[in-house]
């Protein structure tokens, strides 16, 4: 069964400074990849498909089929980044249904 | 212009007791899931439905049961709470053939406390 991982629960990094958010999968054919975010007391909403390869409030990801990851990205962090961030992955046998990472709660400090 | 709901946003229930939990869409979506959020276990399927009357069991169905009897509405059944239970349960929804366009629409969650 495919499974995502991401292997940092806590990250946390100052204003201005690059930060990566990691997801990593296991899956042998060609998946498609989410990133969604939950900012305090907001629900649950979509940030990013791998599929448009486009940049979200300058985030952006890239799907390394070799390495079979899909880390998050930004260059210059904002505090309003600070959030809990899921990676998701949906596969082709498995209709709608998407497998949610462990989720990483991201900390923008001033 | 809420679109998926949920209609309890805290609940405390006694162990043992049934329970329900109720989401409504908006939207005309075929799709709806439950999904249960726990730290450091990230979101887990319970149930989903592709149709009206339709359930498929996820990855975590032991313990809860769903129902379908209209489009829009997507109800979490606890048949015996038990403390194991409390977590945070995430209603979503999504248009048929659109996942990898526009992912789900979550509701604002319900809390849900067994004592």
């Known amino acids: 069964a495919q499974r995502v991982t991401q292997p940092e629960k806590l990250l946390s990094v100052f204003k201005g400074a690059p930060v990566e958010l990691k997801c990593n999968y296991s899956?042998?054919?060609?998946?498609?990849l989410f990133w969604y975010v939950q900012y305090s007391r907001q629900r649950l909403q979509l940030l990013l498909r791998?599929?448009s390869r486009e940049s979200i409030k300058g985030f952006t990801a890239d799907l390394n089929k070799g390495e079979t990851s899909f880390h998050l990205k930004k260059p210059f962090a904002q505090e309003e980044d600070s959030a809990m961030y899921y990676c998701?992955?949906?596969?082709?046998?498995?209709?709608?249904?998407?497998?949610f990472g462990e989720g990483t709660q991201l900390t923008v400090n001033p | 212009d809420v679109k998926v709901t949920q209609s309890s946003r805290y609940l405390v229930k006694r162990t043992g007791e049934k329970v329900f939990l109720e989401c409504v869409q908006d939207?005309?979506?075929?799709?709806m899931f439950w999904y249960r959020q726990d730290p450091g276990l990230g979101l887990r399927l319970i149930y989903f439905?592709?149709?009206?009357?339709?359930?498929e069991k996820g990855d975590i169905p032991e313990g809860y049961s769903v129902s379908r009897e209209k489009k829009e509405r997507f109800s979490l059944i606890l048949e015996s709470a038990s403390t194991n239970q409390t977590s945070m349960y995430l209603c979503?929804?999504?248009?048929?053939?659109?996942?990898?366009?526009?992912?789900?629409?979550f509701g604002s969650g319900t809390r849900l406390t067994v004592v």
């Open positions: 979503a929804s999504s248009l048929r053939g659109t996942l990898i366009y526009y992912g789900y629409t």
């Open positions: 899956y042998s054919g060609s998946p498609e």
């Open positions: 791998h599929i």
């Open positions: 998701a992955l949906s596969v082709e046998t498995s209709g709608s249904r998407l497998t």
């Open positions: 939207m005309d979506h075929e799709n």
């Open positions: 439905s592709y149709d009206v009357k339709m359930k």
